[in-house]
């Protein structure tokens, strides 16, 4: 404990006299009969002014004196452990590393460089700041030397961390201009993050040459970044330093505007340093997808931004009769090569064409129809990507000696849809051949395929010759050893047609056999998003950039472009921050989770060595002021005393009574001047509490739904009813309470007029939960049947086979009727919103209903189906927000949803009411007849 204010203690000295002036008081009245007589017996022949004070009155005013003495000495609690500051006389330097991996533990780096700065101005020591990352104007921040301690901690509570790494290599050269403000051997705490970089050797060199160096650092184990890796799947990679103990972790998708499209809780194990999650998102969602964020991890570190090469473009196939043979067929290769890079669709040209498609593939023979041609080319021109592969049929076959070649250019290229005029085929190697199979040349700088490896394993036997031109070289992107074409490409209005010179099987080359082929194909895809040469090969300007909240924003003042073709060797610094760089048609994004030059694998995190001697971060705990609670509490007896001196002297109920005369005047005039409104009727008893065998479902009403065994599903199920219940609420006069999750069979189901069942691929049901959802819906219950996206595009294949066996799985045995499509003349759409379409998450899902006339329910469904996943477009979370996107219509999507919710709700609360208005002109007119 210190005093920061000790001369204030000099007050105590006036004690004495404030004892001699407090002691005495004036005596209470007396009550004295009034007789004449008596009161003049009564009178007393000496003078009374004053009474002695009672000694609890004398001690309560000596201890309010003192204690606000006391307070305004600044009386301070100092941590127990000693500080680095302590001892010597030289200045203390304090190092701070500013950059992301500090924001984490930001609030406690700063309260110890300040603690830190504090003691070392109560000792007089000269006291210097320095800032270990670069500024957003790109240069390094001047050094801060004052002795006033207060000014120290004003500058820190506004300093905020860069959301780049330290340049400690810059760092270590600005201590030289430092020295000329420091006198003696300075002591030096650096607050480390913990994070290595290769300058950490010049900088612990550079700081020792000042005085002894202390490291000061927070556990590592909090900080952590997330990368990805693009293929089949898409794959979200945690970094975290080695050593650390186990924890959860949970990656979420997000779309562009923040919407949760898909969540996904993984766990770390003890020790790892890289994570894998897999993000089993369906296309639609994935090509939806912009970034990819940790819970926890603040600032870029824990966002990872996606762009057109992270997302899975759909590529169609044209198909011929023979193609995809196994192991032959030229759609085979492809199909293999394809897989793990785009989503293959295969099919006609007329049916491709009109898709979203990104890249069509040609092979051999699959455009010599020209009405085809004429579908193709006029897709190209919209901006289409077109791959072809050569084969004899893309030429006029020739008869020709071995090794001779005969030109048959084409008469149209635009027609035909090459690239460049061809001539005949050309077998290199082999028994009717002088020459012999040729390897691959480097691919050319101006090339799509530039810095791709070239396997010495690839040779092409056999070819389709370019007729030489004098522009033939600017369409060439990839020559075989001996300078012939291999691929050529050429724009056609928007789009772009890139030939393969050789077929996509092993019958011309063993290219489709090697690990470049699909490497080859990747580029070509890029291409399609919109990469076209003009960006490619240029600078890259910054568009977004992520600030340390992890936000996108304005990009900063020091804020580099970046070249295209280095790109991909580009960390995150001061020049070149996290963000999206490029127009807006090829957006490029540049990520702290991803390491420099491993295309697209993330970097690892590795543990700083120690710059100095370590410390902890508990010798620099925050100093605590009891001086205003001192003065407070002795305020606060002040004013008992005024209260008990009132007392003692009989005023105190002459107070409250001309107080209570006041206000009752006052209200008096107010209710002259203005009457105030009819006071609100008295609050309605508190209802008795419940017995314990009574749910509160029998005293409100509550929507419920049937648990799955799935937590994520059941916490989905939860927060979607909640947010309808919430819908209603506001804008119906229905009045539902929470949602109750609900096991048939096992809870009463007659409170709830609804449910709402999810179907997942493992739902399951037994006899006994049948019989009780019989009874429930035979009792007029509605059961609002859910399978989430099953069969949509928000759904594979395969978990939309497992989800679809799963609902005829738990419905086998509940008495469904016969079931029709719901259309806007149903009831159901108009009992509360005029409605024609019945989304939820997904749109255009058909919704099925009980057949109309069906007179055992009162023509009332008891069953609602669909697969539109509403619970995931009603859900609300703890802060009000929709966390969930809806697609594709966004808020106005969301909207539909909640009103058909609404629908279902007054539709299972009050029936086809709606309904008896349809027969209401053919009653007035039996009533007006009769």
Not at 69 to 80: D, E, R, V
Not at 886 to 898: E, F, K, N, S
Request: glycine share 10%; net charge negative; hydrophobic share 45%.
């Amino acid at each position: 404990m210190t005093l920061l204010a000790p001369l204030a203690l000099l007050g105590l000295l006036a004690l004495p006299a404030i004892w001699w002036l407090i002691r005495a008081t004036p005596p209470p009245p007396r009550d004295v009969a009034f007789p004449a007589l008596l009161l003049l017996r009564r009178l007393a022949r000496r003078q009374e002014d004053t009474a002695r004070a009672p000694l609890w009155l004398l001690i309560l005013r000596l201890c309010a004196a003192g204690l606000v003495i006391f307070g305004l000495a600044q009386p301070t609690l100092l941590p127990h452990a000693t500080t680095p500051s302590t001892g010597g006389s030289g200045p203390l330097v304090i190092v701070v590393d500013y950059g992301w991996a500090s924001i984490a533990t930001w609030r406690a780096r700063i309260a110890a460089a300040q603690s830190l700065a504090a003691a070392a101005a109560r000792e007089g020591r000269t006291i210097a700041l320095l800032r270990s990352a670069r500024g957003p104007d790109g240069a390094l921040p001047e050094p801060v030397v004052a002795r006033d301690g207060a000014q120290i901690a004003r500058t820190l509570a506004q300093w905020r961390p860069e959301p780049w790494g330290p340049d400690r290599a810059a760092l270590a050269q600005s201590l030289d201009a430092l020295r000329q403000h420091l006198t003696g051997t300075a002591r030096i705490v650096v607050l480390s993050d913990g994070i290595a970089s290769a300058d950490d050797a010049p900088l612990r060199t550079a700081l020792s040459t000042l005085g002894a160096v202390s490291d000061m650092r927070w556990d590592v184990c909090d900080t952590a970044t997330i990368g990805a890796r693009t293929g089949a799947t898409l794959n979200a990679e945690i970094h975290t330093p080695g050593g650390c103990p186990a924890r959860a972790v949970t990656v979420r998708a997000r779309g562009e505007t923040g919407a949760t499209l898909g969540v996904f809780p993984a766990t770390i194990a003890a020790g790892a340093q890289t994570t894998t999650v897999a993000l089993n998102l369906p296309a639609l969602l994935r090509n939806r997808t912009a970034s990819l964020t940790l819970d926890g991890a603040n600032g870029p570190a824990g966002v990872r931004l996606l762009d057109a090469g992270d997302r899975r473009h759909p590529v169609g196939l044209i198909a011929s009769r023979g193609s995809d043979t196994p192991l032959v067929g030229a759609l085979f290769f492809l199909n293999r090569a394809l897989a793990p890079i785009a989503d293959v669709h295969e099919g006609d040209a007329a049916q491709l064409v009109t898709s979203p498609l990104s890249v069509l593939v040609a092979t051999d023979g699959t455009l010599a129809n020209p009405h085809v041609r004429d579908l193709v080319a006029r897709w190209v021109q919209n901006g289409g990507e077109l791959i072809r592969f050569a084969g004899p049929e893309i030429v006029q076959p020739q008869t020709q000696e071995p090794g001779a070649e005969t030109a048959t250019p084409a008469p149209d290229l635009a027609q035909s849809l090459l690239p460049v005029p061809l001539m005949g085929m050309r077998q290199i190697g082999g028994a009717m051949s002088w020459g012999h199979p040729q390897h691959l040349n480097p691919f050319p700088d101006d090339s799509p395929f530039t810095a791709l490896p070239i396997p010495g394993e690839v040779t092409v036997s056999r070819q389709v010759l370019a007729q030489p031109g004098a522009d033939l070289d600017r369409h060439v992107w990839a020559r075989l050893a001996d300078g012939t074409p291999l691929v050529t490409a050429a724009p056609l209005g928007h789009g772009e047609i890139v030939l393969f010179h050789v077929t996509p099987g092993a019958d011309w080359s063993n290219l489709p056999l090697s690990g470049i082929f699909p490497d080859m194909l990747q580029r070509l895809i890029d291409r399609s998003a919109g990469q076209r040469d003009g960006v490619a090969t240029g600078d890259l300007a910054p568009a977004l950039t992520l600030d340390s909240d992890g936000l996108l924003g304005p990009a900063p003042q020091s804020a580099r472009s970046i070249a295209a073709d280095a790109f991909r060797t580009t960390s995150v610094s001061a020049l070149h921050p996290a963000g999206l760089y490029g127009p807006q048609s090829g957006r490029r994004a540049l990520n702290l989770g991803d390491a420099p030059g491993a295309g697209g694998a993330s970097g690892a995190i590795d543990r700083e060595p120690l710059l100095g001697t370590a410390i902890s971060p508990a010798g620099a705990a925050p100093e605590r002021q009891f001086g205003p609670w001192l003065a407070l509490l002795g305020v606060l007896l002040l004013l008992a005393d005024l209260l008990a001196s009132l007392r003692l002297r009989g005023l105190l109920g002459r107070l409250a009574a001309a107080a209570l005369v006041i206000g009752l005047s006052g209200q008096a005039h107010a209710q002259y001047a203005d009457p105030p409104p009819a006071p609100p009727p008295a609050p309605a008893p508190a209802p008795a509490p419940l017995p314990a065998n009574v749910p509160r479902a029998a005293v409100e009403t509550h929507l419920g739904y049937v648990l799955s065994g799935d937590s994520a599903v059941d916490d989905i199920s939860r927060e979607g009813l909640r947010g309808l219940s919430d819908y209603v609420n506001a804008r119906t006069s229905a009045q539902l309470g929470a949602p109750d999750g609900v096991t048939p069979g096992h809870d009463n189901l007659s409170y709830y007029p609804m449910l709402y069942w999810p179907i997942t691929p493992n739902s399951t049901t037994n006899p006994h939960e049948i019989d009780a959802l019989n009874a429930y819906m035979a009792h007029g219950g509605i059961i609002l049947i859910d399978t989430q996206g099953a069969g949509s595009e928000l759904d594979d294949a395969g978990q939309s086979a497992a989800t679809q066996a799963a609902l005829r799985r738990v419905t086998d045995g509940l008495d469904i009727p016969a079931l029709a499509k719901l259309t806007s003349k149903h009831v159901l759409a108009h009992t509360f919103y005029l409605l024609r379409d019945f989304p939820g998450r997904l749109a255009g899902q058909p919704v099925w209903v009980a057949q109309s006339g069906d007179e055992s329910n009162d023509d009332v469904s008891p069953v609602i189906i669909g697969s539109a996943d509403w619970a995931h477009a009603w859900a609300v979370d703890s802060s009000g927000g929709t966390p969930y996107a809806v697609i594709p219509g966004g808020d106005d999507q969301r909207t539909l949803a909640y009103r058909f919710g609404v629908n279902v709700v007054l539709y299972a609360l009050t029936g086809n009411y709606k309904a008896d208005q349809v027969h209401i002109p053919a009653i007035l007119k039996r009533l007006g007849g009769e």
